[in-house]
């Protein structure tokens, strides 16, 4: 089947430090996947943080940046310098992109950032 | 922008209850999706919709139902509820094509007693 493993529960980081939270996929239906990363504000609903749709290729939004790597199967998600207002629900999502609604999420991975 | 709006917020009910989440959204989207969303586990699909009177099973249907209204509205419904349906409920829509992004709305939280 088709799964999302990224870095589970919660992960704290002081402001100004790096980030990276791991998310590795495995899918044996979809042969070109999508991955996407969806973050989850308090109170909020999740939003679209970044997506790549080609292996090789690197997307980036607010600082965040997360590579397609389809040898390793990877899409880590990585920032250089967290702020307080990072703190949410980070998920990692897979989907293919000719069925709409195949899309398998990561358990999420929440970020708490100390001022 | 896009917009996905869910109704109520927060809501509880008694183990048997007859429950409706509403969501209704402005962004011209075809496919309209209800998940779930549980500690431990990643967002959970329910039903989905591809257009006005249309319905799919997702992932884990048993003990919902589903209904869409018109192109803006679907409709989840669930009639003799439990507490294991107790959970954050998101609506979300997308368009058609490749990359697809779902839009979501700001959850519903269902507490079953």
């Known amino acids: 089947g088709d799964s999302v493993t990224q870095t589970e529960g919660q992960v704290t980081v002081s402001e100004s430090k790096s980030l990276i939270i791991n998310c590795t996929y495995s899918?044996?239906?979809?042969?070109?996947?999508?991955l996407f990363w969806y973050v989850r504000y308090p109170g909020e609903g999740l939003q679209l943080l970044l997506k790549?749709?080609?292996?090789?290729q690197k997307g980036s939004s607010r600082g965040f940046e997360a590579t397609y790597n389809k040898e390793t199967t990877s899409f880590h998600l990585q920032k250089a310098s967290v702020q307080e207002s990072d703190s949410a629900v980070y998920y990692c999502?897979?989907?293919?992109?000719?069925?709409?609604?195949?899309?398998?999420f990561g358990k999420g991975t929440h970020l708490h950032v100390l001022p | 922008e896009a917009a996905v709006t869910q109704s109520p917020r927060n809501k509880v009910t008694v183990t048997g209850g007859n429950v409706t989440l509403s969501c209704r959204q402005t962004n011209s989207h075809n496919y309209m999706y209800w998940y779930r969303q549980d500690t431990g586990h990643g967002l959970r699909l329910i039903h989905y919709?591809?257009?006005?009177?249309?319905?799919q099973i997702g992932d884990v249907p048993d003990g919902y139902k589903a209904t869409r209204t018109t192109q803006e509205d679907f409709f989840l419904l669930l009639e003799l509820a439990s507490p294991s349906q107790t959970s954050l409920y998101f609506c979300?829509?997308?368009?058609?094509?490749?990359?697809?992004?779902?839009?979501f709305g700001e959850g519903s939280r269902l507490i079953v007693v």
């Open positions: 899918t044996t239906s979809i042969a070109y996947p999508n």
């Open positions: 999502a897979l989907g293919e992109g000719t069925n709409a609604y195949k899309v398998i």
């Open positions: 790549v749709i080609t292996a090789g």
């Open positions: 979300a829509s997308s368009g058609t094509g490749a990359g697809n992004t779902l839009y």
């Open positions: 919709s591809y257009g006005a009177g249309n319905l």
